[in-house]
């Protein structure tokens, strides 16, 4: 029957794209046939190579139920009967003629996938997930068994500004296609395209769901009015110069990675000219990584206050300050850490404030970052606060280098110290 010849009804995005391409990542609009071409690569895979297991994983249980297994576009509707595995709900498992065999996996239980080595998986929904971050690296250590091809895996979403959706695109081993509902047009309704997509046309939601346009606002994300667009849209500057002064550094103990960020002052301006995260590494390596870059500068280190009395990685006696003091640093601190929302408060500020001018409200925008700053680019468009908490997600990784600049910017420009108000005192009579 028609409905089973993939090999004739697919189109050529839908098909297995050829190269070494260890993940294909297929972000596009409703309906452009994500969940068929997940289902479909699947059966090819159990069925080329007999014995292969398999890891179909949706943001929970029934989302696999209903959409990858059992849906229109799903494995069960669209496979020969001969063909057909058999799906075994409570075992969370489907098996194939020739003893191939899937099993389901949740999102919502990322621990779940420890127990896989395969090599094949297929991610459906992936911008939808609960805890895309842990299920994803999970997932990369079962990916491991030797078979006819290298380990594969096809994620298909609708796409969402998901940091980590960004990693993956730019990760050279991903084949990376971006698809509109319209493709898909002679297999859908045509009352669905004339009706229902035709409101959504020219609205943002519509850039996402017809378009499969990845949107740059990350929800949730810590440092919202920072933004990488070019100045003075935007936080990046490609025109900022290391003007040869004072260095500012600020700075983040953590070992792994170790952060710091490079500034300059330029009137009340931040201006950072670097990043340096380095993996593993302890405060010595770091200053004399930033000694061997910036030799004979007169540099100023603003670090977490907690460095005076810790000793990362040092012999007894010496503190991360002390480290500091002897490569010929001058270190400023507050004595105690301030709160952190403050320092994200202030941190945001500095990437956009409305101020008042004699012609009305204007934006500015005080921290500009040069492009080469990547690790620090990349730390602010992708922190996100942990879901339903009000705590930046320590999980990503992204908040050290946001945590080295926060210092700096605390104690060189805060821009929220109070201001002192005259104390009135009530008289009680
Ligand atoms: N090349 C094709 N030939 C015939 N039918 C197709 C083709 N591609 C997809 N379809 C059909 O189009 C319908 C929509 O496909 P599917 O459910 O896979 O879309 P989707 O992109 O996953 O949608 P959603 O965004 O809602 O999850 C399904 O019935 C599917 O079988
Ligand atoms: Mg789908």
Redesign the pocket.
Known sequence: MAQYE?HL???DA?RTPPGDWLTWLIE????????????EWVCERAEEYAGRWIALIAKNPADARD?MIE???GIL??TYPTLRPTYEPTKRRLTWPNGSWATIFSSEEPDQLRGFSGDTAWL??FAKWKNPRECWDNLAFGMREISNDRPRKLI?T?PRPLPLLEEIEEDPDTHFYVGTSYE?R???APEWFSKTLQKYEGTRLGEQEIHGVRLEDVEGRVYSSFSKKAFPGGNVCDTIEDTGGELFIGMDFNVNPMSAVVAVKAADECHVIDSISIDTSNTEEMAQEISDRYPRRKVIVCPDPSGKARKTSAKVGVTDFTILERAGFTIRAPKAASPVVDRINNSQAMYRQTVQTPDGPMERRRALIHPRAKSLIKALSGLCYKDGTSQPDKGSGFDHPCDAFDYLLWQEFNVLVPVRRPVVRTLRI
Request: aromatic fraction near 10%.
């Open positions: 993939w009804c697919a189109r839908q596009s609009g409703r309906g452009w046939g994500k969940t068929r071409t997940g289902g959409y849906g229109p576009g509707k669209n459906d929904e298909t609708t898909n002679v297999n859908l």
